[in-house]
């Protein structure tokens, strides 16, 4: 059986995520199979496994990091949002349909023999499971029937280390705080703080650790510094969806209310005098060298957002003047001529999209969930040299598209997906642009038609995070006491060359 850890947060976006990646890669330095796991997971960020199932791309990320194929058991239960008070209910990868908030709150109850069954699995097969909470176990309204936090730090039997962020402020409001709003048996179950995000002199904190271990009575294990490290983040809160400033190539993703896997467009940073900048107004817009139309989980609702704020004119006046255009899943979707929903798949209704793209869509009630590989068939424009290049990448949407001639990618299975015109393209598949063959290419392009010479190209995708993996462990080794993780799984950090 394997030994376990959990690690919770003061709020969401306290860096929970990456701390737990950071711990599985240096558990698989010291040579333990580790996994990740996180019972509930509310994100729009989400990934297709081999076997068709779909989860968040946190545990995706942190499965990485402990170098091992991403398990559907890792995440058992995602929700991803649809609206403001419902989100699409996926347990063991597959869609049970939307919920209400105030059902699915009666709901989850049912869920723990299926979240403990995925758990189980990975309890037979690993050495060490890092399991991450979501928000805060504080939330007092929300604490009967947890099975994210708390309620799973007892299903697992495991010890727990606390997390906040000090570069939110309130630093000791909320390690403090949360654990004085425990129930005494789950303020029993933390073993350790950790102040996370620290920017600047450590040694100035000195009295800050002191002042927390002496009225907590539990040890700071780690004072984390700001570390610059570039992984998959899936949080809504993300600082990557408030970069604005442009380079000298100016990527423009417009920032649909309810973005998904905005991870897709990562690539294109790491690429020399390119920048991503996120754009929620027209006024924002600009005239960028390329306009990214990305997924979202509710394409009606949110076309007719970018409808009436304005930048769906200002984006087909960019296109006019000759600014290429890709839209991804939903964005896709939106590029075409109509949008249905007939049975009320996410809000119902019909739209009339954009009208770039020759595509219908219709949404049913079967979802798509599959990786796929292919060749992009024949497409002119900005970006004509991707014709015949290889991809692969990952579906997940609800719609069925249909488009005339002019499509854009053929799959591996044969079917046909995606459509361009003149400078124009869409298609269905997310991570297309991971592929370097596709991502350089659509870079060259740029600086090629600014008249620029193109000279570096980017890291090879796998060579790069595990970069950044290694960069995220070196950084909890040398803030973090090992020694004290270890204790408290009860290992012996000696015979691990932890001690610091």
């Keep these: 059986m394997a030994k376990a850890i959990m690690i919770q947060g003061t709020m969401s976006n306290v860096g929970k995520s990456f701390f737990t990646a950071g711990l599985?890669?240096?558990?698989?330095?010291?040579?333990?199979?580790?996994?990740?796991?996180?019972?509930?997971?509310?994100?729009?960020?989400?990934?297709?496994?081999?076997?068709?199932?779909?989860?968040?791309?946190a545990q995706v990320m942190q499965a990485e990091a402990a170098g091992i194929e991403p398990d559907v058991c890792m995440n058992p239960v995602l929700l991803k949002p649809v609206t403001d008070a419902g989100?699409?209910?996926?347990?063991?990868?597959?869609?049970?349909?939307?919920?209400?908030?105030?059902?699915?709150?009666?709901?989850?109850?049912?869920?723990?023999?299926?979240?403990?069954?995925?758990?189980?699995?990975?309890?037979?097969?690993?050495?060490?499971?890092?399991?991450?909470?979501?928000?805060?176990?504080?939330?007092?309204?929300?604490?009967?029937?947890?099975?994210?936090?708390?309620?799973?730090?007892?299903?697992?039997?495991?010890?727990?280390?606390?997390?906040?962020?000090?570069?939110?402020?309130?630093?000791?409001?909320?390690?403090?705080?949360t654990c004085a709003l425990l129930e005494p048996e789950d303020k029993e179950r933390i073993k350790?703080?950790?102040?996370?995000?620290?920017?600047?002199?450590?040694?100035?904190?000195?009295?800050?650790?002191?002042?927390?271990?002496?009225?907590?009575?539990?040890p700071v294990v780690g004072v984390m510094p700001y570390v610059s490290v570039d992984i998959d983040d899936e949080d809504s809160l993300s600082e990557k969806l408030c970069q604005s400033e442009s380079s000298v190539i100016d990527i423009a993703?417009?920032?649909?209310?309810?973005?998904?896997?905005?991870?897709?467009?990562?690539?294109?940073?790491?690429?020399?005098?390119?920048?991503?900048?996120?754009?929620?107004?027209?006024?924002?817009?600009?005239?960028?060298?390329?306009?990214?139309?990305?997924?979202?989980k509710s394409t009606?609702?949110?076309?007719?957002?970018?409808?009436?704020?304005?930048?769906?004119?200002?984006?087909?006046?960019?296109?006019?003047?000759?600014?290429?255009?890709?839209?991804?899943?939903?964005?896709?979707?939106?590029?075409?001529?109509?949008?249905?929903?007939?049975?009320?798949?996410?809000?119902g209704g019909e739209v009339t999209g954009m009208q770039m793209l020759p595509a219908d869509t219709v949404?049913?009630?079967?979802?798509?969930?599959?990786?796929?590989?292919?060749?992009?068939?024949?497409?002119?424009?900005?970006?004509?040299?991707?014709?015949?290049?290889?991809?692969?990448g990952y579906e997940i949407h609800m719609g069925v598209t249909k488009s005339e001639a002019c499509s854009f990618s053929v799959l591996s299975n044969g079917v046909e997906d995606g459509a361009y015109r003149n400078n124009v393209y869409g298609s269905y598949v997310h991570g297309i642009f991971d592929e370097r063959a596709v991502s350089e290419t659509i870079v060259r392009a740029l600086y090629e038609k600014k008249g620029l010479e193109y000279r570096t190209g980017a890291m090879e995708m796998q060579a790069y995070k595990e970069l950044q993996y290694n960069r995220l462990a070196d950084a909890v080794r040398e803030n973090v006491s090992m020694e004290k993780i270890y204790g408290i799984l009860g290992l012996d950090a000696g015979v691990y060359g932890c001690i610091k």
């Excluded at 294109?268 to 005098?273: K, L, M, P, Q, T």
Aim: proline share 3%; glycine share 12%.
């Design 24 to 57: 599985c890669r240096v558990f698989r330095q010291d040579g333990f199979r580790v996994a990740p796991f996180k019972s509930q997971n509310m994100a729009l960020n989400s990934y297709v496994t081999e076997d068709g199932c779909e989860m968040g791309r």
């Design 87 to 177: 989100s699409q209910v996926i347990v063991n990868g597959k869609p049970r349909g939307n919920m209400k908030a105030a059902a699915y709150f009666d709901y989850r109850k049912t869920l723990v023999p299926e979240i403990m069954e995925a758990y189980g699995k990975l309890d037979q097969a690993y050495d060490i499971i890092v399991i991450e909470g979501a928000g805060s176990p504080a939330e007092l309204n929300l604490g009967r029937d947890d099975i994210v936090n708390m309620g799973m730090a007892r299903l697992a039997d495991a010890p727990v280390l606390l997390v906040g962020d000090i570069d939110r402020g309130g630093i000791f409001a909320q390690l403090l705080g």
């Design 192 to 218: 350790g703080l950790v102040v996370n995000k620290f920017r600047g002199e450590r040694a100035l904190f000195s009295d800050g650790v002191r002042i927390l271990e002496e009225r907590s009575g539990l």
């Design 253 to 296: 993703v417009i920032k649909l209310r309810r973005i998904s896997n905005f991870t897709d467009f990562d690539v294109f940073s790491r690429y020399e005098g390119v920048s991503v900048r996120y754009v929620s107004r027209k006024e924002q817009l600009g005239s960028p060298d390329f306009i990214i139309l990305p997924g979202t």
């Design 300 to 347: 009606i609702s949110d076309f007719i957002w970018l409808r009436e704020s304005g930048l769906e004119a200002a984006i087909q006046k960019c296109v006019a003047e000759g600014t290429p255009l890709f839209g991804i899943c939903g964005g896709y979707q939106m590029l075409g001529q109509k949008i249905s929903d007939p049975n009320e798949v996410e809000c």
């Design 363 to 392: 949404f049913s009630g079967k979802k798509t969930r599959s990786r796929v590989s292919g060749t992009i068939g024949h497409v002119g424009g900005d970006f004509a040299a991707l014709s015949g290049v290889s991809f692969t």
